[in-house]
């Protein structure tokens, strides 16, 4: 195994085959640490075995794969898609819809994405969506539509750079050398222990979000309502200068805790929350949730509130700021982070079985509605249910639960690409074009669309491999070994090698793929 230097070899070393290009620059993208200039080039393409490449997405269809264009090359690379893993891109923020009936919609495959309701037909949701314009859902695609309710404020999306961000230094010798949050893709990204802060200007109600990755063990705290850009030592707190009271969000591998910080007051732990099986995963949507008047902070993962806290000793956060400090255990990337006012209402998972014939319209009053979504006239519902049909006023509805069935979102696996937005979208899809005007892609869901290019900031184009047999992917990190591996994951060796042909136990590479089994 190499150290997390990046590697560089001369180029008559570089050019492994003819078929493609084989960079030996093995260390996984959340540990890169070359040079970047402004005008060097931001996307990257991944392969199967690790390596990876900086460049620009020229071109992709079926019959001719990616064709990928580095600065070093006269003309631009084709990439056979099969030993592509992913590709991210320099993406932009998301542009502003028009003022509408806009919802969280959520597909039975677990893609997400937010739209205008704009109507509906006997098969279809209507959507006015930003980043591929007016998309026709088909019904029994969807899980849920959740309204969203009108008049709350978007305050931050992004990051798009590192402006206006406070970086700062660590000086606590038990978690490493300080490093700096660096940005990249769409994204933050750390090894070694930092910070990175911004005055968000947090409102009394807020809703935080944002994509976690990590490749490690996860150790993050996250000061909400803070009023001090740089890192606090809560063992010296009392040395540092001034600062307001804060609540600091420590997660990490197996639990999630909540700390209230003022100075000249003990730390006092507010509770923990388990978080089984969390330490097997290496990606997770999180959300914070946080009121003032309820004295309330709530932490959400992947949909699903994990814990709410009172603090009964009334709300510690003097300021509007949020940092973020990583413990230097593993890499990290944060991305799609999204500050928004919140109506203190949390959205809850669907219940309504798969392959259920009517649809199920669910009130804020905690009433439901069972029969079949008609129409949509302004801003009501219709619903029609077999003692009429009633028009709902959105704003008095929770969640749509339309009768879904569960084989159709089926698609080739070979083909299936999931596809992150810089809204923090996924829609999985078969990309059957890219051009620098358009993203043709295909689904069951939505039938044929065209994609903004910029919308996209990231690809996996090897999604078949994380179905349903396979539990997860996991990157090889500095000084494993196939036996440390399996013993990580909790799967035997021979089921490791099973699933990984190809793997060479003896020469394991940073950054290189393995597919873990389920049990």
Request: charged share 20%; hydrophobic share 35%; proline share 6%.
């Amino acid at each position: 195994m190499t150290d997390n230097t990046p590697q560089r070899y001369p180029w008559n070393r570089v050019w492994q085959s003819a078929a493609g290009l084989f960079l030996a620059l093995i260390v996984w993208p959340l540990t890169l640490g070359q040079a970047e200039t402004k005008d060097a080039p931001q996307s990257t393409i991944h392969f199967i075995n690790g390596d990876w490449l900086r460049g620009d997405l020229a071109a992709f269809d079926q019959a001719n794969g990616v064709s990928w264009q580095h600065p070093d090359t006269e003309s631009a690379i084709q990439f056979n898609i099969s030993r592509v893993t992913e590709v991210t891109l320099d993406g932009q923020a998301p542009s502003e819809l028009s003022p509408g009936n806009l919802c969280e919609v959520m597909l039975i495959n677990g893609d997400h994405f937010r739209g205008n309701l704009t109507g509906t037909t006997e098969q279809h949701y209507l959507l006015d969506t930003w980043h591929a314009g007016k998309l026709q859902i088909s019904r029994k695609t969807v899980r849920k539509i959740a309204p969203l309710p009108k008049g709350l404020k978007s305050i931050f999306q992004g990051p798009e750079n590192d402006d206006g961000w406070t970086h700062g230094k660590i000086t606590n010798e038990t978690i490493g050398e300080s490093g700096n949050w660096r940005y990249h893709n769409g994204g933050f990204h750390a090894k070694p222990a930092a910070s990175i802060a911004k005055d968000l200007k947090l409102p009394n109600r807020s809703r935080i979000s944002f994509d976690l990755e990590w490749n490690g063990s996860l150790h993050l705290a996250f000061a909400l309502y803070t009023d001090a850009l740089h890192p606090i030592s809560l063992s010296t707190k009392e040395d540092e200068p001034d600062f307001g009271g804060f609540y600091s969000i420590q997660l990490n591998s197996y639990s999630v805790n909540l700390l209230p910080v003022k100075k000249h007051e003990p730390l006092t732990y507010l509770g923990q929350a388990t978080l089984p099986g969390f330490r097997n995963q290496t990606n997770s949507r999180i959300e914070f949730f946080a009121s003032k008047p309820e004295q309330m902070i709530a932490v959400s993962i992947n949909g699903k509130v994990i814990r709410k806290w009172t603090d009964s000793d009334g709300f510690v956060g003097e300021g509007t700021g949020v940092r973020i400090v990583h413990q230097g255990r593993g890499a990290v990337r944060i991305a799609n982070l999204r500050v928004e006012e919140w109506d203190g209402r949390f959205q809850e998972p669907p219940t309504h079985p798969i392959g259920a014939e009517n649809d199920l319209v669910k009130l804020i009053n905690n009433d439901r509605m069972e029969g079949n979504v008609t129409g949509i006239v302004g801003d009501k519902l219709q619903v029609k249910t077999p003692e009429g049909e009633f028009p709902v006023p959105l704003d008095r509805v929770k969640q749509i639960e339309p009768a879904a069935a569960k084989t159709s979102l089926d698609m080739p696996l070979t083909k299936r690409v999931i596809a992150h937005l810089s809204d923090g979208s996924q829609l999985t899809f078969v990309l059957d074009r890219w051009t620098k005007d358009g993203v043709e892609a295909s689904s069951p869901s939505f039938g044929k669309a065209t994609f903004q290019p910029s919308a996209i900031m990231r690809m996996e184009f090897q999604a078949h491999l994380a179905s349903a047999d396979l539990k997860t992917i996991y990157r090889v990190q500095q000084g494993d070994t196939i036996n440390s591996i399996a013993r990580k994951r909790g799967a035997s060796i021979q089921a490791i090698l099973k699933a990984n042909p190809s793997l060479k136990p003896g020469q394991l590479r940073i950054g290189q793929q393995v597919l873990i089994p389920k049990k």
